[in-house]
């Protein structure tokens, strides 16, 4: 039986993803730091949707753990054919309003998220490409950031963790492909996660900011996830497919010409 194997999917994106998948009858297997969070989504999924769903406490650093995991997975006699790598570090540190500072931050704050984004990723990846590679067939996706192209303030390590996903993406695509094992990036933009809405007034990106006039939910990139994952997709690889309401294409927000007009007839 085939499955799909998705990080950090005890809540918001992750679980929207998740829920995606469960709803077109695929078992799903979800992980968090948290082990009673990933018990509980699986749970409310497989009652939910009516699919076998099992969630799994994962820590960032022990490949042992990883190993374990899939060899479980490998025991309920089901294959992941999907794994989708949607956890992360945001490298914000306390406030995701201000971000880290390049002069003050610890240093090892700055290389967890690397551990998180790229090296603990590859674990999970390696696991989940053993099942793949014997079954001639798979597909890996990453979900980046579309940050890894347009830079915002205070988050030089997630902008270049997200960066090296790309990269790993594409050397992926070219080592795995010769198995059947596809590999490809969805890079959301702002997304309506339970931390954007408590925010409140310290949002610094909504929909005044993109030219289509809205940030993404959690369908929207459930959507593109799915794409990539499922035989839709089965002639692409080492690609990347942005998802952030075009707020990446434009050279500036139309809403700064606004405010500049204004502000030039203010002082006339």
């Known amino acids: ?16 993803i998740a829920e995606l998948f469960a709803k077109n009858g695929w078992d799903v297997f ?26 799994y406490e994962c820590n960032i650093g022990s490949e042992q753990q990883v190993i374990d995991i899939f060899n479980d997975i490998d025991s309920t ?11 992360a570090n945001l490298g914000y540190g306390s406030d995701p309003a201000k971000g880290l500072d390049f002069f003050t931050q610890d240093v090892d704050e700055f ?16 696991q989940a490409a053993i099942r793949m590679k014997e079954h ?3 597909s890996v996706v990453f979900l980046s950031s579309n940050t890894a192209y347009r830079a915002i303030p205070n988050r030089a390590a997630y902008s270049a963790s997200k960066g090296g996903i790309n990269a790993l993406s594409k050397a992926l695509a070219l080592d795995l492909g010769r198995y059947g094992i596809r590999c490809n990036v969805v890079l959301p933009g702002t997304i309506k ?3 954007w809405y408590a925010m409140g007034s310290k949002q610094i990106v909504n929909g ?10 959690y369908e929207d990139v459930a959507n593109a996830v799915w794409y990539f994952a499922t035989d839709m997709s089965k002639n692409t690889t080492g690609t990347e497919l942005i998802v952030d309401g075009g707020m990446s294409i434009q050279l500036y927000p139309e809403i700064l010409t606004e405010l500049k007009r204004k502000q030039m007839e203010n002082e006339v």
């Open 1 to 16: 039986m085939s499955a799909v194997f998705i990080t950090g999917a005890q809540s918001n994106t992750g679980f929207g």
């Open 30 to 55: 979800i992980t968090s730091r948290n082990g009673a969070e990933a018990e509980r989504a699986a749970k409310k999924l497989s009652e939910t949707y009516g699919v076998f769903s099992k969630g």
């Open 77 to 87: 006699g089901r294959f992941v054919e999907a794994i989708v790598l949607n956890a």
């Open 111 to 126: 290389r967890k998220v690397f551990e998180t984004n790229l090296v603990w990723n590859f674990t999970m990846i390696r």
């Open 136 to 138: 001639h067939k798979g």
């Open 193 to 195: 996660t339970d931390r």
């Open 208 to 217: 005044t900011l993109t030219p289509i006039g809205d940030i993404s939910d």
